[in-house]
Structures are given as structure tokens and as C-alpha cells.
């Protein structure tokens, strides 16, 4: 479906409408006609720009697409430029992806980075500072205990499942017996009102017999556990975490410092280093070419100085980086050991706090089963003394009989709470293999976030040798191949040999630029959330050339906008002309690039 875009005020345009079709769109004109102006305007309703235009206070950008309208307010207060409205991506890890991978303008970051020779990892890493890893894995570890203990009552049913099936087969077969016996006794006349209390005594003294020796049962277990739970207490030990606290801050500042250091001392050394290894002393001082030796100016201190004595101080940079490198592993290792221990002290208080609250839900059980049991003994007295009044007024068989009868009535229920008890058990151990797999899949996904940057890096690089394979074979470029090292180096090959980034043309740099870039749209499935690619500034490609780049292109987004120039009478697609728009002035053109 098309898109349409209103734009006021926004870099070079003051005003301007256009539509954006699916496939290759194409903003065709000479300079300052707002190009590159109408690439910052879709930035700015995708919420990754603000280039409001220069001596205006406020200005908009409207995207209407088949499913929903964007609208972003832009507005200068005090010197700063503030978005509001509701902008196609809402955050920021969306924002940083589409900023570095998907809007491929003359400044975007990681063009930028391959035509200057800047660090790479920076940039084709930046979005992984957005996915809040550690917040998700610490989030996932609290999923997982809570797994684990539902496991262990699943496992524990799971124990309990034999001794459950035969408690009730037991049962079973005694209910059997009883009825059988019940069955050949003889029928009687009709009870009398003593036999028919007597029969209700002795029930009602079986049912506290059985709750006595329940609750007698109960409190002995009680104890046991609460000895065991009162034993571990006392034995626990739960040192102060203080000093681990403030040792471990102090370490982690060293081992900042050191890499700081570090780092600093690296850049010095490898400029100086490379100087002297390719013979470009020349290009920084004097060299004076005699008998034994060179003599130079120090380019620095500018004193006289011999190349031995420079190699000399740079061995001497190269041991102290190597000492550095060495305190830092050394502070490395023991911010794992303090962790390690921090880590054992959170666990030893959270086990004290769970026995604490233990011991006082054990008192408190035990307590109130020593209360039942006492009230249940003077019951069981009462019913016994008043059974024994009875006793000698009922005959022998029908005692039998109504004995029968109140052991059959207690036996049903009593089997009936033991096939409750066997059934909850087993519904809670059949859980077992579906909280094994979900302890499992947090597990592993709590791993690949460990692992994500690792992946995100190799992903990067991968990515970067596919497309850059498969542009080589639609370009002739001046080099064979480049690579991106596991330091994410940018490696070219030229002639069999490594050739320095800027010893390529312009051109190559640049597509080399868009290759890297790619590689992040990839490894970050960019493409998911944004549906767009801009391409702007790609002046140091030929004709040709940019006509292959944009076939190849083509089906890496659904849209597809670039700038072009009237010369460019190959384009194929979408063409969409600045004619119409109201745009700043040459003179007064200060805001973004038109």
C-alpha cells in the first residue's frame, strides 16, 4: 500500500507532500532542492531525527499508511529541539537499529565509521546497549527458582505415589472384608435405642482413635522437623557482606582505570608503532640519514633522537601495556572471586530468612496440633466411659454387626480421601516433564542472552562476508575481498596483500560502508520492524555502480527511498519530484542537508 507524508517545516523544506509506493522510490534533482531534506523527514516520523528547520519554531511530519496515521510535532524551546506525537517506532532499541542499519544517509554512524577508519564494534554493536540484558536475566532467574520449587513438590508427589497406591489397595481390600463378613451375619429385629447409641459411641470412639493417632503422628513430625530446621539455623553462619561490597567497588574503579589506561596506551602505542614500521617518519619530522643510524627530531618533544632510542621507548610502552594487560586479568579474576563470595552471603541470608520463617510456622503448627490432641483425648475418655455403661445391654452379635457397620462407614470415607490424595499426586508428578521442559527452555534462554553479543558479533560478521560475496560479483571493485576480524577490524585484500581502508576510492569505502551496515540489518533483524531503507550521499559511486546497488537492494525492504540526480536516466521505479515543494532558500538553507 502507499504511503503518504505531509511535511512542514522540517530541515530543508518548509513545506511538501508526497506519496511513497512499495518497491524503489526515488527523489530526483539537482543540489538544494531538498533531497536529502525529504529523507530527514521520514527520520523524523520514524522518531530517529529532529532537523527542525532553521529559524522556525515548531514543525510536523504526517505518515498515513493502510493501518495508521504517525504524526510527530517538532518544537524549539530555548535553543533545543523537542519531539512529540506518536512516531512509527516507540523505542529506543527500535530507534538505534533503524538509526545505524536501516536510514543509510551520508552521515549515518556506520558509513561513517568504515570512511574514517573508526572503531566498528561501537557501531554495529550499539543496539545491544537497549535490550536491557541484564534486567531480562535476572527477571528469567526468578522464573526459573520458581520452576524449581514447583519441580521438587512435583517430585516429591512423584515419591509418594507407591506408598499412596498401596494405602489405598489396602483399604480397598479391608472394605471388601468387612462387607463379606457384614453379609453372613444374620438379620435382626429392629435395634433398640441402646444398641443404636452404643453403635454410635463406638463410632464416634473409632473416628478419635484414628484422630489421635493422626495428631499424635503429626506432632512427632512436627518436632522432628522443627529439631532439623532449628539445628540448621544454629549452624548457619551469615558473615557481613560489607567489606565485600566496598572491596568489589573499589575493584571494579581499578579495573576501569586500568583498562582506561590501558586502552589509552594501546592508541599511542600502535600510531607510533606504525609510523616507524611503514617508514613514514617523514611525514612527522626531519630525518638526518647517517653511517650507523638515523637521526630524527622527536616529533613530540622535538629533541634529537635516534630510531633505536624511539623503538626503544615504544618496547618500553609495549611492556607497560603488557603489565596493564596483566593487572587487569588479575582484576578481573578477582571481581569474579568477589562476586562469587557476595553472591554466597545473599544466599546464606536468604536460607536464614526462610528457616526463620520455618521454625516460627512449625511452633506455631505444633501448638495448635498439641491442643487438638489434648482435647481429643478427653473426647476419646468421655466416649470410652460411656460405652463401657452401655456395653453390657447390647448382645454380642449385633455389637458385631453395628461395629461392622461403623468401621464400613469410616473405611468409605477414609478410602475416599486416600483416592483424592492419590489423584492430586499424580496430576502434580505428571507436571514433572512439562517443568522439566520449561526449567530447561529458561535455562537455555537465559544462556542465549549470556551469549547474545557473542552471536550478535559472529551474526555481524557472517552477514558481512555474504553480502559482501554477493555485491563482489556485481562490482568491479579494485579489491579481491575484506573481511571483518573477531576485533571487528576491517581487513581489505588488494593484489593478494592487505591493502589500508584509505588507499580505496571514495566509492569503495562507501560500499564497503553500506556492506557493514547491511550486516547489522541482518544479524539484528531490522527488517521485522522497519519497513523502509534510505539511501542518501552516494556521490562517490558511478552511475553504474549505483544502479547495481539499488537492484540489489530492492527486495531488502518494501520500501526502498534514495535521492538521485537528473543525470540518473536508468532508474526503475517510484519517481518523486521536489518541484512542488516550498524549500529554504540557498542562502538560508542552515538545517539539514536539502
Request: charged fraction near 40%; hydrophobic fraction near 35%; include cysteine.
Amino acid at each position: 500500500m502507499d504511503w503518504q507524508l505531509s511535511i512542514e517545516n522540517v530541515a530543508g523544506i518548509r513545506s511538501g507532500e508526497a506519496t511513497l509506493e512499495p518497491g524503489v522510490n526515488a527523489v530526483r534533482a539537482s543540489n538544494w532542492q531538498g533531497k536529502s531534506s525529504f529523507l530527514a523527514s521520514i527520520e523524523t516520523v520514524f522518531g530517529t531525527a529532529t532537523p527542525l528547520t532553521e529559524g522556525q519554531d515548531t514543525g510536523r511530519v504526517r505518515l498515513e499508511t493502510a493501518d495508521a496515521t504517525y504524526t510527530v510535532e517538532l518544537e524549539r524551546t530555548d535553543g533545543t529541539v523537542s519531539r512529540s506525537g506518536t512516531p512509527y517506532l516507540t523505542t529506543e532499541y527500535d530507534r538505534a537499529r533503524a538509526a545505524q542499519f536501516a536510514f543509510l544517509g551520508e552521515d549515518n554512524g556506520v558509513r561513517r565509521a568504515v570512511r574514517n577508519g573508526d572503531d566498528l564494534e561501537a557501531v554495529l554493536t550499539r543496539p545491544l546497549d537497549f535490550e536491557n540484558i541484564d534486567e531480562r536475566i535476572a527477571e528469567l532467574r526468578a522464573e526459573r527458582e520458581q520452576i524449581e520449587r514447583e519441580l521438587e513438590r512435583a517430585t516429591e508427589a512423584a515419591d509418594r505415589l507407591p506408598q499412596l497406591q498401596q494405602r489405598v489397595t489396602d483399604l480397598e481390600a479391608e472394605l471388601d472384608a468387612l462387607r463379606e463378613e457384614r453379609a453372613e451375619l444374620e438379620t435382626e429385629a429392629a435395634d433398640t435405642d441402646a444398641r443404636q447409641e452404643l453403635s454410635e459411641l463406638r463410632a464416634k470412639r473409632d473416628r478419635e482413635d484414628d484422630r489421635i493417632e493422626r495428631l499424635e503422628t503429626t506432632a512427632e513430625r512436627i518436632r522432628e522437623t522443627l529439631a532439623e530446621k532449628r539445628s540448621e539455623l544454629d549452624a548457619l553462619t551469615v558473615p557481613s557482606d560489607t567489606d565485600v561490597e566496598s572491596e568489589l567497588e573499589a575493584v571494579h574503579d581499578d579495573l576501569r582505570d586500568i583498562e582506561r589506561d590501558l586502552e589509552l596506551l594501546r592508541a599511542v602505542y600502535e600510531a607510533n608503532k606504525r609510523v616507524l614500521d611503514e617508514g613514514r617518519v617523514e611525514l612527522l619530522t626531519d630525518v638526518s640519514h647517517e653511517m650507523l643510524t638515523d637521526s630524527v627530531d622527536c616529533w613530540l618533544c622535538g629533541e634529537t633522537t635516534t630510531r633505536n632510542d624511539i623503538e626503544a621507548q615504544l618496547a618500553a610502552i609495549d611492556q607497560r601495556i603488557t603489565d596493564l594487560r596483566d593487572r587487569a586479568a588479575a582484576r578481573r579474576e578477582r571481581v569474579s572471586e568477589l562476586e562469587a563470595k557476595r553472591d554466597e552471603i545473599r544466599t546464606a541470608r536468604r536460607r536464614e530468612s526462610d528457616l526463620t520463617d520455618r521454625i516460627a510456622d512449625l511452633e506455631s503448627r505444633l501448638a495448635e496440633t498439641e491442643e487438638s490432641l489434648d482435647a481429643a483425648r478427653e473426647t476419646r475418655a468421655d466416649l470410652a466411659s460411656r460405652i463401657d455403661d452401655l456395653a453390657a445391654d447390647v448382645g454380642t452379635a449385633q455389637d458385631r454387626r453395628t461395629d461392622l457397620e461403623s468401621e464400613i462407614k469410616y473405611l468409605e470415607a477414609e478410602l475416599s480421601d486416600a483416592r483424592d490424595e492419590l489423584e492430586t499426586a499424580e496430576r502434580r508428578a505428571d507436571k514433572r516433564s512439562t517443568l522439566d521442559d520449561e526449567y530447561d527452555a529458561v535455562s537455555e534462554e537465559i544462556t542465549d542472552l549470556r551469549n547474545r553479543k557473542d552471536d550478535v558479533k559472529r551474526q555481524v560478521r557472517e552477514s558481512f562476508s555474504a553480502a559482501l560475496e554477493d555485491l563482489l560479483d556485481r562490482f568491479d571493485t579494485g579489491f579481491e575481498t575484506a573481511r571483518l576480524t573477531s576485533t571487528f577490524d576491517l581487513v581489505v585484500a588488494r593484489g593478494g596483500r592487505e591493502a589500508q581502508l584509505d588507499a580505496l576510492s571514495e566509492g569503495e569505502r562507501e560500499l564497503l560502508g553500506i556492506v557493514a551496515a547491511l550486516a547489522g540489518h541482518e544479524a539484528f533483524d531490522v527488517s521485522e520492524r522497519v519497513p523502509v531503507l534510505l539511501l542518501d550521499g552516494l556521490g562517490g559511486l558511478a552511475s553504474d555502480n549505483l544502479r547495481v546497488l539499488v537492484e540489489y537492494l530492492r527486495d531488502r525492504a518494501p520500501y526502498l527511498v534514495l535521492t538521485a540526480y537528473p543525470e540518473h536516466d536508468w532508474f526503475d521505479g517510484h519517481e518523486l519530484s521536489p518541484a512542488d515543494w516550498d524549500v529554504v532558500s540557498h542562502g538560508a538553507d542552515t538545517g539539514a542537508a536539502p
